[in-house]
């Protein structure tokens, strides 16, 4: 099997031949070297880290294991003060991402890119697409490209120097008309959300896509069922690809290799870590806990040990593709994007998803949790597109009956379902927005008060 295009990549970046342990040790030595100096540049250039890091010095890190001694950044920091970390004047920034949260009253997060940082994510889609196409073919982005410095706009560029055409599209708002433009261009591979790209697989103008003709497919800027990848690579007959990355990242972090068993890191610029949640320590490989980063070759807004919420773990086995690059578990939620039903049990998106995206029809859904003198109830609104079966809401519900978390809830009397309704609305999302269960009870969950903590909200 090809080694991922990621490893090749990275040794050109260092000018090194060294492959398998050497190769390992001359990414962990980049790393620390890294570190060291974003900790001293942003000591002297960022007034947020001029004061969270006082006292401390790049030289103090002696090990990669040493980053432990160096305190968090959250999401509520950059929203408390976004400019208190930039490096550079405001005239060297070339693009501004605003991310709203998903709820109305917290402030937004903007994030900063010099010309730069720019080309370094550029650089990564270039080399990070190998792995889903070649020369000569087109891809179609379903994904903002309207803006200098946005993800579609980068992606086009990348595959312009790979020889292949990219040609944005931007969020699906019409699935006949985007499936007739697959066909006409005889488009070779789709960019795109994950539950936008199952409303093209399940429209009936589907079919007029012979099998074969997509012949590959990334997702991204949510997370990803099993149950949509699995419809998808029936459907079309094509290899899905995984991809993750926040904008906090620089847009791209981390894609699969050919072998489609997990994702592997940009590890020339960003320094992962998977930390116990609730005590913020460094876990073993292996075991499941928060992704943390460190940038390592950001100039505008550089961001040191930034808690992303999202939960995942280092896969302590070897990639069936070859390469010494870490490798990550796909990321299946948030740890705040879960909430507590009872007192033991945790309902999280993630469960949703695979319990009803697996439903024939089913295009998107929305739940929301209130509350009452009697216990929760739980309200789920369908988006089932054009004819839809007249039994989708008793599957649905039928459905939402075996999640662990729900049947036991139930079972205990704490938790009502209330009658599944249908909407002729979807929920469009850009992907900048993580899909969520809507917690509208008095008292919020667990998760969600523990992020006016450490936890960070995208």
């Given amino acids: 099997m090809e080694i991922t295009p990621l490893e090749p990549w990275i040794k050109n970046k260092?000018?090194?031949t060294a492959s398998g342990a050497k190769l390992r040790s001359a990414i962990d030595r980049h790393q620390l070297l890294k570190l060291r100096d974003t900790v001293d540049y942003v000591r002297s250039h960022a007034p947020f880290y001029r004061r969270l890091f006082d006292g401390l010095r790049g030289s103090d890190l002696k090990r990669l294991e040493d980053i432990t001694s160096l305190p968090f950044t959250t999401a509520e920091d950059i929203q408390e003060n976004d400019l208190s970390f930039?490096?550079?004047s405001r005239d060297e920034i070339s693009r501004v991402v605003t991310l709203n949260t998903s709820g109305t009253t917290a402030p937004a997060k903007r994030i900063h890119f010099t010309e730069e940082d720019l080309e370094l994510t550029t650089d990564l889609f270039h080399h990070g697409m190998k792995a889903l196409v070649v020369p000569g073919q087109k891809v179609l982005i379903l994904m903002p490209g309207d803006r200098h410095g946005t993800v579609g706009d980068l992606m086009v560029t990348a595959l312009r120097r790979m020889d292949v055409q990219g040609i944005p599209r931007g969020i699906v708002l019409d699935s006949a008309r985007t499936i007739a433009e697959i066909v006409e261009k005889e488009i070779d591979c789709l960019i795109g959300i994950p539950v936008q790209v199952l409303g093209l697989v399940r429209h009936r103008d589907a079919v007029t896509i012979p099998k074969g003709t997509i012949k590959s497919v990334l997702l991204s800027a949510d997370y990803v069922p099993a149950t949509i990848v699995s419809e998808i690579e029936q459907a079309w007959g094509c290899a899905v690809f995984n991809h993750y990355g926040m904008t906090e990242m620089g847009l791209g972090a981390a894609v699969d290799c050919r072998a489609l068993a997990g994702y592997h890191i940009r590890e020339a610029d960003l320094f992962f870590e998977i930390i116990d949640p609730d005590n913020g320590r460094p876990l073993p490989d292996g075991v499941t806990g928060e992704v943390v980063f460190s940038t390592l070759t950001r100039k505008g807004m550089p961001l040191i040990r930034y808690r992303t919420g999202d939960l995942s773990r280092f896969l302590p086995e070897p990639c069936p593709c070859g390469t010494v690059l870490k490798r990550l578990e796909w990321v299946?939620?948030?740890r705040q994007g879960g909430i507590r039903l009872g007192e033991n049990h945790i309902l999280t998106v993630a469960d949703l998803d695979e319990a009803l995206f697996r439903l024939p029809g089913l295009l998107n859904f929305q739940v929301e949790i209130q509350s009452d003198r009697d216990g929760d109830i739980?309200?789920?609104t369908l988006f089932p597109g054009e004819n839809p079966s007249t039994d989708i809401c008793c599957a649905?519900?039928?459905a939402l009956?075996?999640?662990?978390?729900?049947?036991?809830s139930v079972a205990a009397g704490r938790l009502t379902l209330a009658t599944v309704r249908t909407s002729t609305e979807n929920w469009i999302s850009t992907g900048s927005i993580k899909r969520k269960i809507i917690d509208s009870r008095e008292e919020r969950s667990v998760y969600a008060q523990t992020a006016?903590?450490?936890l960070p909200q995208t």
């Fill in 401 to 408: 009956e075996e999640i662990p978390a729900v049947r036991s």
């Fill in 378 to 380: 739980l309200n789920t």
């Fill in 396 to 398: 649905v519900r039928a």
């Fill in 452 to 454: 006016t903590g450490n």
């Fill in 14 to 16: 260092f000018g090194t």
């Fill in 332 to 334: 299946k939620g948030r």
């Fill in 86 to 88: 930039l490096c550079v």
